[in-house]
């Protein structure tokens, strides 16, 4: 079925199941809530089968799972997760997304798999101060404002066939992030650069497609400021 929202359907307690069986949840017209569905300061909260238009999922808990979600043109972040350890999102799409598809704040030891973000207005995914973080299978493209993805301030994480593609500025931008590791990414037709890495160190970048990007920086698949003790290894 279809369910027109006014307020945030909210998750106050631990251990908590929401399948919404693939019905969808749309934001009233006239609220400016940007959240359909949120958690706060919980604990094993799991999401399943949540459709949702206009609206993002606000995730804040530790052992939570966002799966099977599908986020059509939210107000704001399609998905907003903060201050969370052994979280998972899988199987997910977020299009079009008013701000950021993913926007992620102290994260330890999430699992993100098999997403497919598209046409953010600014970052496809903005990944702030998280560590032991794997991300995999995974699509970030055609943002409208900024990068696919951008790692600030990250340590000890792994991305592993992620495609960043047709971006508007880089495909991949880190900003002093330490000791991540980049392998089986194809980083192509992006519209400055495809890798950007600024005041980061000992990252590493294997196995990897670079290429075809241009704009600003023309021909410029790797560009590095300010960093030391990465490598680049076919």
Request: include cysteine; aromatic fraction near 6%; hydrophobic fraction near 40%.
């Amino acid at each position: 079925g279809i369910y027109e929202l006014s307020e945030s359907l909210s998750v106050v307690a631990d251990i908590v199941a929401l399948n919404c069986n693939g019905a969808i949840l749309t934001r009233a017209q006239a609220t400016t809530v940007p959240c359909g569905i949120r958690t706060q300061g919980t604990a094993n909260v799991r999401l399943d089968n949540c459709n949702l238009q206009g609206f993002g999922i606000s995730f804040s808990g530790s052992g939570g799972t966002i799966a099977n979600a599908r986020i059509i043109t939210p107000l704001s972040h399609g998905i907003a997760v903060s201050l969370s350890d052994h979280l998972t999102i899988s199987d997910t799409i977020i299009d079009s997304a008013g701000a950021i598809g993913i926007s992620a704040y102290r994260l330890d030891e999430a699992m993100f798999e098999r997403l497919n973000v598209t046409g953010a207005k600014t970052f496809g995914m903005a990944l702030l101060n998280i560590t032991s973080t794997t991300i995999i299978d995974t699509i970030v493209s055609g943002t409208i404002g900024s990068d696919g993805i951008n790692l600030s301030q990250s340590t000890d994480n792994n991305l592993f066939r992620v495609i960043a593609t047709n971006n508007t500025r880089y495909g991949l931008s880190l900003n002093n992030a330490q000791r991540n590791a980049f392998t089986e990414m194809n980083v192509t037709g992006n519209k400055q650069a495809g890798v950007y890495l600024y005041q980061s160190a000992s990252n590493l970048l294997t196995e990897s497609t670079i290429a075809a990007n241009n704009g600003t920086y023309s021909g410029s698949g790797i560009i590095l400021s300010q960093s030391a003790n990465n490598t680049f290894d076919r």
